[in-house]
């Protein structure tokens, strides 16, 4: 049976039970849990100093009153990272390929952040849907245009998640399928092949801790838009 391109990015199921909920579980299992011990190693040194890292960087333009959000952004950054990335070991399957996953993180997160501006700064936050000194005349047009501006904002957190690494991984397999075919016709051909396929891997493994720190970066600037 010839299986199409995108039979990849199908949720995974065995005797009948969708096994999406054991894909997003198992990456948990893979980070080092802190000791009670004085000294740490090294796993859990580097594990600690890259999420103090990234949580300063991140919320250093943000007042106090958005610092509460540090663990669940870090947290959703370390579980996107890895999800992305064991989505490119072979025989794997990537749970962020898919919209409705991508959509499920980032709607939520948007629209929390969207109620507290409301809760907190009600002005504030509807003074974002008409720029001042708009003429009288496009206020009606400019209101309309930016709350579908805002409204959009989940949905383009989760489709440019889900396109970029739907093409990364539609590429490797093309170009692998190249190699593969063009092996007996033209040996050379199929090697200068396979270091592009070397290459473009390495370009992905980057695309994937991207794109996830892109997806938190967003967040946390609609965040700091509404703290």
């Known amino acids: 049976m010839t299986?199409?391109?995108?039979?990849?990015?199908m949720s995974p199921v065995y005797l009948g039970i969708p096994l999406m909920a054991l894909?997003?579980?198992l990456?948990?299992?893979?980070?080092?849990?802190?000791?009670?011990?004085?000294?740490?190693?090294?796993?859990?040194?580097?594990?600690?100093?890259?999420?103090?890292?990234?949580?300063?960087?991140?919320?250093?333009?943000?007042?106090?009153?958005?610092?509460?959000?540090?663990t669940i952004?870090?947290?959703?950054?370390?579980?996107?990272?890895?999800?992305?990335?064991?989505?490119?070991?072979p025989y794997t399957f990537t749970p962020t390929t898919q919209l409705s996953l991508n959509m499920g993180l980032a709607a939520p997160l948007w629209?929390?952040?969207?109620?507290?501006?409301?809760?907190?700064?009600?002005?504030?936050?509807?003074?974002?849907?008409?720029?001042?000194?708009?003429?009288?005349?496009?206020i009606p047009?400019?209101?309309?245009?930016?709350?579908?501006s805002l409204f959009i904002r989940p949905l383009a957190l989760g489709v440019r998640l889900t396109a970029n690494l739907t093409a990364g991984h539609l590429l490797i397999q093309l170009i692998a399928t190249a190699a593969f075919v063009l092996l007996p016709l033209m040996p050379t051909v199929a090697g200068l092949t396979a270091i592009l396929l070397f290459l473009l891997t390495l370009l992905e493994v980057a695309v994937a801790m991207i794109q996830a720190y892109v997806f938190v970066l967003l967040l946390s600037l609609y965040l700091q838009e509404n703290v």
Request: cysteine-free.
């Open 3 to 9: 299986l199409s391109f995108f039979d990849q990015f």
């Open 23 to 25: 894909a997003l579980t």
């Open 27 to 70: 990456p948990w299992l893979l980070f080092p849990t802190p000791t009670t011990r004085w000294m740490n190693n090294r796993l859990l040194t580097l594990q600690g100093w890259f999420i103090n890292r990234f949580t300063h960087q991140l919320f250093l333009p943000i007042n106090l009153g958005g610092h509460k959000w540090a």
């Open 73 to 89: 952004l870090a947290s959703l950054m370390i579980f996107l990272i890895s999800l992305n990335m064991l989505g490119l070991l």
């Open 111 to 138: 629209l929390a952040t969207v109620l507290i501006g409301l809760r907190n700064q009600p002005t504030h936050a509807l003074g974002h849907l008409l720029p001042e000194g708009t003429p009288t005349l496009l």
């Open 141 to 148: 047009v400019l209101i309309i245009i930016e709350t579908i």
